[in-house]
């Protein structure tokens, strides 16, 4: 047993516990907290990945940016408390459904392929720069690249144009 | 917007950055003024020649008090923090000019709002609102001032009170006073 | 991992703390000195020789303060706030290196943690986009409107200014062609970056101001308008936390800039005395300290709507143009 292994089998424990915190908890600020926990170890352990970009990214991204959005509407909504007025009745089989897909996916991979072992032995010190993800980035998956950004471009629009309506309605 | 406004709008910003600018170098020139600070408990700043402090009783130049025991400064106090009890004077034991002196004479100076209405309503100029401003006190027994806290000493050339004095001299309770105006 | 390399990050990291909390001690004699002299005054001058044991009597005072937690606060969240706060604050110097490489005893030292990783401007931006948990929980677990209305605004206003933050460090990136801190400071060899780019040097200087919540950018706790905003129900230790964290970030701000963008630990004479490298840098950062405190000094508080406009209508294009402007020059130039 390495010390990676025991290192991956306490981030990942921390991992799963903040995730189902995150489900089970009552208080709407303390799942959001819970995710950001969640983040946190996650990008800790793309750190062990020898990930460090994508470590950091997930930290500004996840955790610094669109978390820190989430709190801010909770906070100015009011929020906090689950509302009573019960759940949503499609919500169980579906959730069921989806884990249940999950669950076959990985499965079909691990058994496919086997548990990987010593991945990180054979990757150039290059792996996971900025500058290898740049180059890949913007050559391989140039396509994909474009289209998320365009995506995000036509939501911010889409914001754009609805406050702005509501703007006029109010004058 | 219109490219007018729009350049007219960043001439604006340019020229707001010398404002800041300016900002900037006012607080910067004044770190080399003087301070105005006083460094207080060992320089005091001298108060004005009207300030209104702690009150004092005075004297006359042979010994006697002033204060007659008349009780108008209680009267005139607003905040109600002057108590006087008056007895009489005699010959043998004369404290102040006229009947009457001050027996008792505190000023509870946690009521009092140093407004110095008690200097103005005193027919013989007895109390007084002087210099002393470093009243602070560890209880509130310690902030009621007696008259043996609040009168001044004896006069050079005059003698304590009581003075045995020979009859019929001290009989006028006011002394006459120059018109002020 | 050999002890003695382990060992020499272990008290490295605890010299990079010390800076932190040494240097928050005394920044708030040196704020609360030039700050009064600024206004004319003397500033605290009874403790001690110049007033120099003023931080250990506030340091005193603080910690014999009652400890006081509000009725409606979530004790848990309200008691965790000011810890996740400093903790940034203290982390964030791990890339900054102090000073050169330096052989000592046959050995080779580096002035610093993690100096050459190859996304230390990331980690930077990373730290400072976490550093507005603590403000937030601050103000929702203290069950008071007026902290909240602190945390609402913080995080309003931290994420407008990180993106003008990160844009601005993106110039010395671009000209460094690196992410590494060392690469950068490296590329600052015969020209600081400020000069190539004030531009970015600006835009970096407002935008850490906000996000540091320093005046005239401090609506989280704009006194007139939220009593202290998000720290308003905090009283002794925890308190001095939060005043740790502001003034640790304070610090760290001023290392960043002055690595990114006024040459880090370089100046004259360094091949030949290695160790004037944290001199240089030392300087450098309380120069810049003293140019925060000035603007305190000068400049009254923003407006809210103010400065949401101005973050996102101005210093967001400023930026961007900046980055534009120097790819261009740098293409034109060739690099």
Request: aromatic residues 12%; neutral net charge.
């Amino acid at each position: 047993m390495t010390i990676d292994l025991v290192l991956f089998l306490g981030l990942a424990l921390i991992a799963v516990l903040a995730a189902i915190a995150m489900i089970a908890s009552r208080n709407t600020v303390y799942s959001a907290l819970f995710l950001v926990f969640n983040f946190l170890t996650v990008a800790t352990l793309y750190l062990l990945l020898n990930a460090a970009f994508i470590a950091v990214v997930q930290i500004t991204v996840y955790a610094g940016a669109i978390m820190v959005l989430f709190l801010f509407v909770i906070m100015l909504l009011g929020t906090e408390r689950e509302s009573i007025g019960g759940r949503i009745r499609w919500q169980m089989p579906l959730a069921i459904v989806l884990g249940l897909a999950l669950a076959g996916e990985l499965a079909y991979v691990l058994l496919r392929n086997g548990i990987v072992q010593g991945l990180a032995a054979d990757l150039s010190t290059e792996f996971g720069s900025p500058a290898s993800i740049g180059r890949v980035l913007f050559s391989e998956y140039l396509v994909p690249f474009e289209v998320t950004s365009i995506l995000l471009l036509v939501a911010m629009i889409g914001a754009i144009v609805i406050t702005r309506k509501l703007r006029r309605e109010g004058k | 917007m219109n490219l007018m406004g729009l350049l007219r709008g960043l001439w604006a910003a340019f020229l707001s950055m010398f404002e800041m600018l300016r900002g900037l170098w006012t607080t910067f020139r004044s770190m080399f003024e003087t301070p105005v600070t006083y460094q207080y408990p060992e320089v005091k700043r001298p108060v004005r020649e009207r300030f209104k402090g702690r009150h004092v009783l005075k004297r006359y130049d042979n010994g006697l008090e002033r204060c007659i025991g008349c009780a108008l400064c209680a009267a005139a106090c607003p905040a109600d923090a002057i108590f006087v009890e008056a007895a009489e004077n005699t010959d043998e034991e004369r404290y102040s000019p006229g009947e009457r002196y001050a027996r008792t004479y505190e000023i509870n100076l946690m009521r009092c709002i140093f407004c110095g209405y008690c200097e103005d309503a005193c027919p013989t100029e007895a109390i007084v609102l002087e210099h002393q401003y470093e009243l602070s006190f560890t209880s509130r027994r310690d902030a009621i001032y007696t008259k043996e806290l609040l009168i001044v000493p004896v006069p050079e050339g005059g003698k304590p009170t009581p003075q045995n004095v020979p009859v019929g001299m001290f009989n006028r309770a006011i002394p006459e006073m120059k018109d002020p105006a | 991992m050999s002890w003695a390399l382990l060992l020499e990050w272990v008290i490295k990291s605890a010299v990079i703390i010390m800076i932190i909390l040494g240097g928050f001690a005394y920044l708030t004699l040196f704020e609360r000195r030039v700050l009064a002299r600024m206004q004319t005054r003397i500033g605290p001058n009874r403790a001690g020789p110049w007033g120099l044991l003023q931080p250990v009597a506030d340091g005193i005072k603080l910690i014999f303060n009652e400890e006081l937690i509000p009725e409606q606060a979530d004790r848990v969240l309200f008691i965790l706030a000011p810890v996740i706060t400093v903790v940034p604050a203290l982390i964030i110097l791990a890339v900054i290196p102090l000073g050169p490489e330096v052989t000592l005893f046959g050995r080779r030292y580096v002035f610093g943690l993690a100096s050459n990783i190859n996304v230390g401007v990331l980690y930077i931006l990373a730290v400072a986009s976490i550093a507005v948990y603590g403000i937030v929980i601050a103000g929702w677990a203290s069950g008071n409107k007026y902290a909240l209305m602190g945390g609402v605004r913080s995080t309003a206003q931290m994420v407008s200014y990180e993106l003008a933050l990160a844009l601005a460090f993106v110039g010395p990136i671009m000209l460094a062609g690196s992410m590494s801190v060392d690469a950068i400071i490296e590329g600052q060899t015969h020209l600081w970056y400020v000069i190539l780019q004030p531009l970015g040097f600006l835009i970096f200087l407002i935008a850490a101001v906000a996000e540091i919540n320093r005046a005239p950018f401090d609506m989280p706790e704009a006194e007139q308008e939220l009593v202290a905003g998000y720290h308003a129900e905090y009283s002794g230790m925890k308190f001095a936390l939060f005043f740790m964290a502001e003034y640790g970030k304070m610090i760290a701000v001023s290392f960043i800039a002055a690595t990114m963008f006024l040459g880090g630990y370089l100046g004259p004479f360094l091949d030949r005395w290695p160790l004037l490298g944290p001199i240089y840098l030392f300087i450098k950062v309380v120069a810049l300290l003293f140019f925060l405190v000035w603007l305190r000094a000068t400049f009254p508080r923003f407006r809210y709507d103010q400065l949401m406009a101005f973050g996102w209508k101005i210093l967001l294009p400023l930026g961007l143009l900046n980055v534009v402007i120097t790819g261009v020059i740098i293409v034109l130039v060739g690099g």
